[in-house]
């Protein structure tokens, strides 16, 4: 090479440097990381939302379509990874991986992140559950590959949060999460890491918001994608193949608003972490629904009010939630992306739960005090996003009495945390039709552990 061709060669390898300096830097956290540097209280956050999430996984494979697929595959093939909810039935991890992380977004109970504007645990404990098992992987590498993937995932959707108009959070950037997470759980070297994660990158869905408001239940399968294609990434990294350099910004620059924010990739390494600002859900609706049903909840707490008495519901909230303004939903998952039928659900059921947003519930006596709900937009609402995502909820009941109720936050976060008794009450209910009630202790035990994947896998059974 001529002393031109050296230094281009020289400032081309600079230009590079710099532009994937954040993203090397997150890959070396990754395959670096030990379980002695996570703190104690994260790795219990960590273990408690591997428990909630094992929960809702469970809890969503009595879908039908689930259910159906689930048979199907267990049917045609043999492997070495458990299918949650069936009598013991394993697959390829491949499959595992889909379909538990399927199953587990169809209840909207899983848990997330405002700063990310998503849900990553669901994006990336299947495809560790199934590495895992089939690996025959500890509890304590299981618990920090857990750690590394969710960092990542959140970390990833924050450089390129908001996301462009009409893209569904879900798919976008979780299968870098899980990439991540099944690299460090194999042990890979930093370089080996960052290519499964540029990889991944490559394969980000289009997803569609409009799939959830309209009903179409291939929203339910962006998860799953994510945790196959994280899978996917890391096998081929380990065979050999390359990313795109900076291919995290490059791949996920095209979804994004604005342009990326690669420093939001390392910021914070090792002494923020994202999973202690991530929160859980009791409500099984969009979040968006979510400060609309605490104060609904506030307003039933305080006051007895029935069905029968309420006239109209006036609902204040912010932009991207007054938007979910379809007060007659045609089947369980435009339900769940509905404020005007979460309202007239709750009134007619009592309850915000898994029941409340079936298709069963889909009731002539929902839809009438839907149509009576009016959801507009409040500019002080607004103004407080992303930091707070508040509601204001007035009831006027026939007899023309106003009930009010304001809520600044959902519960579930940093602000009104839920109750470890509250989460283990969630978990109960979900999993105990599955499993049975005289397993849910020691399934809730081995996923606080958290215990081996093989372990912690053999007791979802039904």
Same mark, same amino acid.
């Not at 608003?257 to 202690?276: C, K, N, V």
């Given at each position: 090479?001529?002393?031109?061709?050296?230094?281009?060669?020289?400032?081309?390898? &600079?230009?590079?440097?710099?532009?994937?300096?954040?993203?090397?830097?997150?890959?070396? $956290?990754?395959?670096?990381?030990?379980?002695?540097?996570?703190?104690?209280?994260? @790795?219990? =956050?960590?273990?408690?939302?591997?428990?909630?999430?094992?929960?809702?996984?469970?809890?969503?494979?009595?879908?039908?379509?689930? *259910?159906?697929?689930?048979?199907?595959?267990?049917? /045609? &093939?043999?492997?070495? @990874?458990?299918?949650?909810?069936? *009598?013991? /039935?394993?697959?390829?991890?491949?499959?595992?991986? $889909?379909? &538990?992380?399927?199953?587990?977004?169809?209840?909207?109970?899983?848990?997330?992140?405002?700063?990310?504007?998503?849900?990553?645990?669901?994006?990336?404990?299947?495809?560790?559950?199934?590495?895992?098992?089939?690996?025959?992987?500890?509890?304590?590498?299981?618990?920090? *590959? $857990?750690?590394?993937?969710?960092?990542?995932?959140?970390?990833?959707?924050?450089?390129?949060?908001?996301?462009?108009?009409?893209?569904?959070?879900?798919?976008?950037? +979780?299968?870098?999460?899980?990439?991540?997470?099944?690299?460090?759980?194999?042990?890979?070297?930093?370089?080996?890491?960052?290519?499964?994660?540029?990889?991944?990158?490559?394969?980000?869905?289009?997803?569609?918001?409009?799939? #959830?408001?309209?009903?179409?239940?291939?929203?339910?399968?962006?998860?799953?994608?994510?945790?196959?294609?994280?899978?996917?990434?890391?096998?081929?990294?380990?065979?050999?193949?390359?990313?795109?350099?900076?291919?995290? #910004?490059?791949?996920? /620059?095209?979804?994004?608003?604005?342009?990326?924010? =690669?420093?939001?990739? *390392?910021?914070?390494?090792?002494?923020?972490?994202?999973?202690?600002?991530?929160?859980?859900?009791?409500?099984?609706?969009?979040?968006?629904?979510?400060?609309?049903?605490?104060?609904?909840?506030?307003?039933?707490?305080?006051?007895?009010?029935?069905?029968?008495?309420?006239?109209? !519901?006036?609902?204040?909230?912010?932009?991207?939630?007054?938007?979910?303004?379809?007060?007659?939903?045609?089947?369980?998952?435009?339900?769940?992306?509905?404020?005007? $039928?979460?309202?007239?659900?709750?009134?007619?059921?009592?309850?915000?739960?898994?029941?409340?947003?079936?298709?069963?519930?889909?009731?002539?006596?929902?839809?009438?005090?839907?149509?009576?709900?009016?959801?507009?937009?409040?500019?002080?609402? %607004?103004?407080?996003?992303?930091?707070?995502?508040?509601? =204001?909820?007035?009831?006027?009941?026939? &007899? +023309?009495?106003?009930?009010? %109720?304001? !809520?600044?936050?959902?519960?579930?976060?940093?602000?009104?945390?839920?109750?470890?008794?509250?989460?283990?009450?969630?978990?109960?209910?979900?999993?105990?039709?599955?499993?049975?009630?005289?397993?849910?202790?020691?399934?809730? +035990?081995?996923?606080?552990?958290?215990?081996?994947?093989?372990?912690?896998?053999?007791?979802?059974?039904?």
């Amino acid at each position: 090479m001529n002393e031109p061709q050296e230094r281009a060669a020289e400032s081309g390898a &600079n230009a590079e440097s710099e532009s994937e300096l954040d993203e090397r830097s997150l890959a070396s $956290f990754v395959a670096a990381l030990d379980t002695s540097a996570i703190p104690d209280r994260v @790795a219990d =956050r960590a273990s408690l939302t591997i428990a909630d999430t094992v929960g809702v996984i469970l809890g969503g494979t009595s879908d039908p379509a689930v *259910a159906a697929l689930t048979a199907d595959w267990a049917a /045609q &093939n043999g492997g070495n @990874a458990t299918l949650f909810g069936t *009598a013991g /039935q394993r697959t390829s991890p491949y499959q595992a991986a $889909f379909l &538990n992380g399927t199953a587990g977004s169809v209840l909207e109970l899983d848990e997330g992140h405002r700063f990310a504007a998503g849900h990553p645990a669901i994006h990336v404990l299947p495809a560790l559950l199934a590495d895992g098992e089939s690996e025959f992987k500890s509890g304590q590498e299981f618990l920090t *590959a $857990f750690v590394a993937a969710y960092e990542t995932a959140v970390r990833v959707a924050r450089m390129v949060v908001p996301l462009t108009s009409a893209y569904h959070p879900h798919g976008v950037w +979780g299968a870098v999460g899980a990439a991540a997470g099944v690299a460090r759980l194999r042990e890979f070297d930093a370089e080996t890491t960052l290519h499964a994660m540029r990889i991944a990158a490559n394969y980000a869905q289009h997803t569609r918001f409009e799939a #959830a408001t309209e009903g179409a239940t291939v929203r339910n399968g962006y998860t799953g994608m994510s945790n196959l294609a994280g899978l996917v990434a890391a096998d081929q990294a380990q065979a050999g193949f390359t990313g795109l350099t900076d291919g995290l #910004a490059r791949h996920l /620059q095209s979804v994004a608003d604005a342009e990326p924010e =690669r420093d939001a990739l *390392a910021a914070g390494l090792g002494e923020l972490w994202e999973i202690e600002r991530g929160y859980f859900k009791r409500h099984a609706a969009c979040r968006y629904t979510h400060p609309v049903l605490d104060a609904l909840t506030q307003i039933r707490a305080d006051h007895d009010v029935s069905a029968a008495d309420v006239d109209a !519901v006036t609902v204040e909230t912010y932009p991207a939630a007054a938007t979910l303004s379809n007060p007659e939903p045609t089947n369980a998952l435009q339900a769940k992306f509905s404020i005007p $039928f979460a309202v007239g659900t709750v009134l007619t059921t009592g309850t915000t739960g898994k029941e409340a947003f079936t298709d069963e519930a889909l009731t002539e006596d929902a839809y009438k005090l839907a149509r009576r709900v009016t959801v507009t937009v409040a500019d002080d609402v %607004a103004a407080r996003v992303p930091d707070e995502r508040g509601a =204001r909820v007035r009831v006027t009941l026939d &007899n +023309g009495e106003t009930l009010d %109720a304001s !809520v600044r936050s959902a519960r579930g976060g940093e602000h009104d945390p839920f109750t470890e008794a509250e989460l283990r009450a969630k978990f109960d209910e979900l999993v105990a039709p599955v499993v049975g009630s005289s397993h849910v202790d020691h399934l809730w +035990g081995a996923a606080r552990e958290p215990a081996a994947p093989r372990v912690l896998c053999t007791l979802t059974r039904a």
